[in-house]
């Protein structure tokens, strides 16, 4: 039997269980170590309450482990009680499949694994990039090589996390592809559905209809550099002049006051602000729910995420399964496997405001189609992880080397 352990309920996450189980070739359980996102709780990169509006737990099999629970964000926050082996011990589990590495509780649960003789797969998103950090992550890498090096399997979600894996000295016969993913199927049905009230959706946000309509959706923090794209959209309306542009940014965060004196206020929800002078117009939308985002994605011409490291950016996965292109700048970790293979210029240098200024002018010039985001796009879906998944879990006993 399978058990798979991750923190809590994440909406890129379940698709994979649920798919899982609804091909019922494997046995398995979930077991959760927290249960943020089903009731409202502040989230302090959002700065509100906020919990996911689809259903999380429904479709497959999981429980609630008994844990320590501190600070949010903290290595020490999550640890796992006494019980943990037991539990692998009672359910026979024979794999034990981690989602990542970043709590207490995963590297207990992995030595917890080995006691009992359950083999260890993982699957994390770090990126070279990503793990560079200071002192604290120079000091942590031996210990998480050391962890790499005891599973038995590490599957990758993208090309950049490949890279990393090989870096740690990871043999190519233990690594596996398991893309990053988002339920394409709803995101293309649900684009679809809105896509009928486009027009509508963009005179209640204030968006012209004859503007090329540029989209942040996320934190409104600065690790994601949105006021790149304020400073890049600012570039390319002096350069063309007969070309309406216009913002719109879903989300909230520290720099939402920074963001709004930085524009001309257009809309505004929920927060009023002073309209600035020659200043990109832009909407400000707030939070969007997973059952609203598609208003977004439809009201849009391009979707950009300027982050200075991105571990991958589930948001292009979604954006593209609904028919929008998407700039990315090189600290995303998808950018190698969404967006350089089908628009390279679509792909920029982080914190490089001209270079942005020309994938966003690249865009608006030469707009990918929605059926070659889409066929791009479906090579990034759940069927893929789940395939992956099955064949290692049936093919696990064969190579004794891999034990």
């Known amino acids: 039997m399978l058990a798979i352990l991750t923190t809590h309920p994440i909406q890129y996450q379940v698709p994979v269980w649920k798919g899982l189980a609804k091909r019922g070739n494997i046995a398995f359980k979930v077991f959760y170590m927290r249960d943020q996102g089903l009731e409202a709780r502040f ?17 497959y099999k999981s429980e609630f482990l008994d844990t320590y629970k501190g600070q949010l964000n903290s290595f020490f926050g999550l640890r796992l009680k006494r019980g943990f082996r037991r539990k692998l011990r009672e359910m026979g589990a024979d794999v034990l499949w981690m989602q990542g590495w970043e ?7 992995a030595f917890e694994a080995r006691r009992v003789g359950t083999r260890l797969w993982l699957r994390g998103d770090t990126n070279v990039r990503s793990n560079a950090g200071g002192v604290w992550q120079q000091l942590k890498r031996p210990l998480l090589r050391g962890l790499l090096r005891r599973a038995d399997k590490l599957l990758y979600v993208g090309k950049a996390n490949r890279q990393f894996y090989l870096e740690q000295g990871i043999a190519e ?17 649900a684009a679809a559905a809105a896509r ?18 540029f989209l942040f959706a996320g934190k409104l923090i600065a690790i994601k550099r949105p006021l790149d794209i304020i400073q890049a959209t600012q570039r390319l309306q002096s ?13 909230t965060g520290e720099l939402g006051a920074k963001l709004r004196q930085s524009c001309h206020v257009c809309f505004d929800a929920p927060i009023n602000a002073p309209n600035r002078y ?15 985002i598609s208003r977004a994605y439809v ?29 990315v700048s090189d600290g995303c970790g998808c950018a190698e496997d969404l967006v350089k293979p089908m628009r390279p210029d679509l792909c920029y240098p982080v914190g490089d405001i001209s270079a942005l200024q020309r994938a966003m002018a690249a865009v608006i010039t030469d707009t990918p189609p929605p059926q070659l985001l889409r066929a791009h796009i479906s090579k990034y879906d759940v069927s893929q992880t789940i395939d992956t998944v099955e064949s290692l879990y049936w093919n696990r006993c064969q190579n004794k080397s891999d034990i």
């Not at 350069?239 to 989300?251: D, T």
């Open 43 to 59: 989230d302090p990169g959002f700065g509100k309450s906020l919990s996911w509006d689809i259903d999380l737990l429904g479709g």
């Open 103 to 109: 709590v207490a509780a995963y590297w207990q649960a």
């Open 173 to 189: 016969e233990r690594l596996a592809p398991a893309p990053h993913c988002v339920d394409n199927a709803r995101f293309t049905a």
């Open 196 to 213: 009928s009230e486009r027009e509508r959706i963009r005179e209640e946000w204030r968006i012209p209809a004859d503007a090329f309509c």
């Open 239 to 251: 350069a063309l002049r007969e070309k309406k542009i216009h913002l719109l940014w879903v989300g």
């Open 278 to 292: 020659n200043a990109p117009n832009a909407s400000f939308i707030g939070f969007l729910n997973q059952s609203e």
């Open 299 to 327: 009201a849009a011409d391009c979707l950009v995420l300027p982050s200075a490291i991105e571990t991958w950016g589930l948001v292009v996965n979604e954006a593209m399964a609904s028919g929008l292109p998407c700039i």
